[in-house]
């Protein structure tokens, strides 16, 4: 079955710590996104990619960074800069044509 | 500015009656419209989409309106089941450029037996 996949559901950084956010996809997406969302807030864009090997900040891109080395993954590191890193990472991917997103099943980081 | 903006933040019915859940947009270049649900801890869910040429669209058991003088969208749910409960997510997409999603606040729906 095609879908999105991200991993893992649960991650613990200590402060000061990078952290990668895994994002696969199989359904053959040229774009992908991530999203922050924090608790009783919407989503926000924090980097988004139309295309292998190019990606441009969303949002809230200070303290984030990726990568789109593949046309199938899209991994986030949380860096140390980022001052509040404690929130639920959603990432989805589409079609570069006007169409919606399909969701991963989301990844809780928690800073301890 | 971008904006898209939920009414109501909280929405309570009774099981088995009818939910609206409003949503308002500001941008009048959208040309494409979607809503999704998420369920808590799981991510967004696609529900049902609606182009601007279209003022109303049915699924199974929703239905979504769209009225583009006032720049308001609504998700009706029909016989509201308890699996309903969710928050549901207006989002808008802007003509041109890359396809980039706009999305709301968010509406709590709770339903009750």
């Known amino acids: 079955d095609g879908g999105i996949t991200q991993s893992p559901k649960y991650l613990f950084r200590k402060e000061g710590q990078n952290v990668t956010l895994s994002c696969e996809q199989n359904?053959?997406?040229?774009?992908m996104y991530w999203y922050r969302q924090d608790p009783g807030q919407g989503l926000r864009l924090i980097y988004y990619?139309?295309?292998?090997?190019?990606?441009q900040k969303g949002d809230i891109a200070e303290g984030y960074s990726v990568s789109r080395e593949k046309k199938e993954s899209f991994p986030l590191t949380v860096t140390s800069a980022q001052k509040n890193p404690t929130a639920f990472y959603l990432c989805?991917?589409?079609?570069?044509?006007?169409?919606?997103?399909?969701f991963g099943s989301g990844t809780r980081l928690t800073v301890v | 500015g971008e904006s898209v903006g939920l009414h109501l933040p909280t929405l309570s019915v009774q099981e088995g009656d009818n939910s609206i859940i409003n949503c308002a947009y500001s941008?009048?270049?959208?040309?494409?419209f979607i809503w999704y649900k998420q369920e808590s801890g799981k991510g967004p869910q696609f529900i049902i989409d609606?182009?601007?040429?279209?003022d109303k669209r049915q699924g199974q058991r929703v239905t979504v309106l769209l009225n583009k003088t006032v720049k308001h969208l609504s998700l009706q749910i029909a016989a509201t089941q308890p699996g309903d409960s969710a928050v549901y997510f207006c989002?808008?997409?802007?003509?041109?450029?890359?396809?980039?999603?706009?999305f709301g606040a968010g509406t709590r729906l709770a339903v009750h037996p």
């Open positions: 989805a991917s589409s079609m570069t044509r006007v169409a919606g997103y399909t």
């Open positions: 359904l053959n997406h040229d774009a």
């Open positions: 990619s139309q295309i292998v090997n190019d990606f």
């Open positions: 941008n009048s270049a959208s040309d494409y």
């Open positions: 609606i182009r601007s040429n279209m």
């Open positions: 989002a808008e997409i802007l003509s041109g450029g890359y396809n980039k999603l706009i």
